[in-house]
């Protein structure tokens, strides 16, 4: 197989014609209007997802729970949450049907605790998905955390202030959700950028 | 029947060196006396001998390590060989000083012949950290002296044997010294010599114990005294320099961890605690626990444990003595795996909450607990992770709570629903009526609440 091959099938590479054929192993948002324009058409397995944000509050994990509780509900391992700003509040996240049995709480104190702790999770095995709320995070880090993904072919969503856009970074899906529900995919493998995506995100769910 | 003989002829040395890992000569001599009783390769290859005056040692090495013989540690290290044999042997028995029997013949079935075994055991030993020769015999007492001249046979053909200990000399037949030098004396140099004396003469001048070793020798199958394993586990290392990094210790706790490994298997158990003392220079002790949420009897799991343990630690004093002491046994379960029982999700979920455990402290790693209560604050809750605990409750809430609702201005927030009117805890000491919103400010969504007396608060963020 020459390298040319290999790096279509791992999605590195793409024609501009075919790049919605790439496979990329990925699940649903649970978005209709956000999955066509992911590669793979949902949330990437086995790499880091980076959704930057304006502010807090503004939906950031309400368009990740949908996912999330799918997930949850798939096997016995844990759903690692690294340094929420709050509390979570169990009985609503229940409402959006996510085990809350399966999520496990860490807290770290320093960058190095964190990306220990991430790292050591998705090696074990254990982890089914690892959401993490940072701030700088320098790159070798940062690069140690999307190789422990893409061994342990899980998502990991990494939130940070929108002020990190203009940073480089390693994640293989960058996000921008804005606070009035607009979401600009600002890298994303297989494709080029996407401004201005609309989304619908309910503050509890809908049904 | 087969037995297998292992000496250890430097146990005592290597026993009292078992935490040190530099590459110096060591000696090893004997308290009140002045000789060199065991040495290593190191001093070995500057020309030291066993049984060197220790002033003629030390002019030939320009430095070196020193340990005095200590019986109980050598007992000790004994102890722990025979552990890490048992899965070896149907039956093994300790002879002291510096040997173990194994009665092979009836493993041979299960390890497929003679060879196969022979192999394995020699592969299990190599992490061991001892120097060992072995050999096959036909009694216990032909394997040992075999063992010990350094004649490692691996047959079971008597004949082959007999041969091999025709060219024992007289000193290699450990005998009694006085009776070894009489002989010697007498010009019986080798065992054949003394094989074709008669018996009876040998008897009249020696005494029978002579006698009756000599018949040992060749037909004797009396099985020795039996080692059982210990109900507990401890296991001391002495170190010979003084650790003053955590991560130092490392080297020694392997030693350990890898006996404890065939400990535990041998006894098909698994262990949840390790307990670590520490002893310092100073005379003071740190005590650690090293838990293991599903119980593991693999170094491998332990060690990588006991990595982030000591990764965040620091001395309080330079260590010189590390025990390593198991608890709270549990036998052994069959893990739940997959549909394609490849993979073992609850296993790797619990060796990964060992591992946050080990390296952020069990109050920084929780669970949500879920009670049925009106009042948000008390509906969610936190637990050790540990536990369960499940209930459903689900509600319309926001996904994020405040630790304490926080009073604020309500004048920028701009009411987009409610109220829903949240009224609980008459029957305890917190009784609560409040009127919560849904509130938006900057485009952010909030979760507000007017107290009775007119005050607001924030108490929720829907991320």
């Known amino acids: 197989m020459t390298m040319l091959d290999t790096l279509t099938e791992q999605g590195r590479l793409w024609s501009a014609r075919h790049w919605q054929e790439t496979r990329i192993p990925a699940i649903t948002t649970g978005l209709p209007e956000l999955d ?43 759903q690692l949450w690294l340094n929420p700003p709050l509390h979570p509040c169990a009985p609503a996240l229940q409402q959006w049907q996510l085990d809350t049995e399966r999520v496990l709480l860490a807290r770290a104190k320093n960058a190095n605790d964190l990306c220990y702790s991430l790292e050591k999770s998705l090696n074990s095995g ?48 960058r996000v921008h959700l804005h606070a009035d529900s607009r979401l600009d995919v600002l890298k994303r493998r297989a494709g080029w950028p996407r401004p201005d995506i609309s989304l619908s995100l309910p503050l509890t769910p809908e049904h | 029947m087969l037995w297998l003989y292992l ?49 003629t040692a ?15 540690s050598e007992q000790q290290a004994l102890q722990q060989l025979a552990l890490q044999c048992y899965r070896h042997a149907a039956q093994i028995s300790l002879q002291p000083p510096s040997g173990l029997l194994l009665e092979a013949g009836s493993m041979l079935g299960v390890f497929g012949g003679l060879q196969p075994y022979w192999e394995s055991t020699r592969t299990h030993l190599q992490y061991s950290g001892f120097t060992w020769s072995m050999s096959c015999g036909a009694t216990p007492a032909m394997a040992r002296l075999l063992a010990q001249a350094g004649i490692e046979l691996c047959t079971q053909n008597r004949t082959i044997m007999l041969q091999a200990l025709d060219t024992l ?39 029978a114990a002579l006698v009756t070793q000599l018949d040992r020798l060749e037909q004797d199958n009396q099985p020795p005294e039996q080692f059982v394993l210990p109900p507990r586990f401890q296991q001391t290392i002495h170190l010979n320099y003084e650790a003053e990094h955590a991560r130092g210790l490392l080297f020694p706790l392997k030693r350990m961890l890898l006996t404890l490994e065939s400990y535990l298997q041998s006894r098909q158990l698994l262990c949840e605690k390790l307990l670590i003392k520490l002893e310092h220079r100073d005379g003071r002790a740190s005590l650690m ?48 795996h997959d549909f394609l029982g490849d993979r073992f999700p609850q296993a790797d979920a619990n060796r990964m909450l060992s591992l946050l455990l080990a390296r952020l402290g069990e109050p920084n790693v929780r669970k949500l607990s879920v009670q049925h209560d009106p009042r948000p604050e008390v509906a969610t809750g936190l637990i050790d992770a540990q536990q369960s605990r499940h209930t459903l409750n689900p509600k319309h809430w926001p996904s994020m709570l405040w630790p304490q609702p926080k009073p604020i201005d309500i004048r920028p927030y701009r009411i987009l629903s409610g109220p829903e009117r949240i009224d609980g805890g008459w029957w305890d000491a917190a009784p609560t009526r409040r009127d919560y919103y849904v509130a938006e400010r900057a485009q952010a969504s909030f979760w507000v609440f007017r107290r009775d007396d007119g005050q607001w608060f924030l108490h929720g963020e829907f991320l």
């Open chain 2, 169 to 207: 000399t007289v000193e290699q037949l450990d005998l009694d010294k006085t009776i070894q030098t009489k002989l010697m004396a007498m010009g019986i140099q080798t065992y054949p010599q003394l094989k074709a004396l008669p018996r009876q003469e040998l008897g009249f001048r020696f005494g």
């Open chain 2, 289 to 336: 626990t090293v838990p293991s949420v599903q119980g593991s009897d693999r170094q491998s799991d332990w060690l990588a444990l006991l990595d982030t343990y000591l990764e965040q630690m620091t001395l309080i004093d330079p260590v010189t003595a590390v025990t390593l002491r198991a608890k709270d046994f549990r036998t052994r379960q069959h893990d739940s």
């Open chain 1, 126 to 173: 254990g982890c089914q998905a690892a959401l993490t709320w940072c701030e700088a995070l320098d790159k070798a880090l940062m690069r140690r955390i999307q190789l422990a993904a893409e061994r342990a072919r899980v998502p990991v969503f990494l939130l940070r202030p929108a002020r990190f856009v203009q940073q480089p970074s390693v994640a293989a899906l």
């Open chain 1, 36 to 78: 066509p324009h992911l590669p793979g058409h949902g949330w990437p397995l086995g790499a880091v997802t980076e959704i930057l944000i304006d502010q807090r509050a503004s939906g950031e994990l309400r368009l990740l729970l949908p996912a999330l509780a799918r997930l949850s509900t798939q096997d016995a391992r844990w």
């Open chain 2, 7 to 55: 000496h250890f002829p430097r146990l005592a040395l290597e026993a009292g060196f078992l935490g040190d890992q530099r590459p110096l000569p060591q000696l090893l001599l004997q308290p009140g006396q002045h000789t060199v009783l065991q040495c290593n390769d190191y001093a070995r290859d500057a020309g030291v001998r066993e049984g060197m005056n220790k002033k």
């Open chain 2, 58 to 72: 030390f002019c030939l090495l320009a430095d070196c390590a020193l340990a005095e013989y200590d019986p109980h």
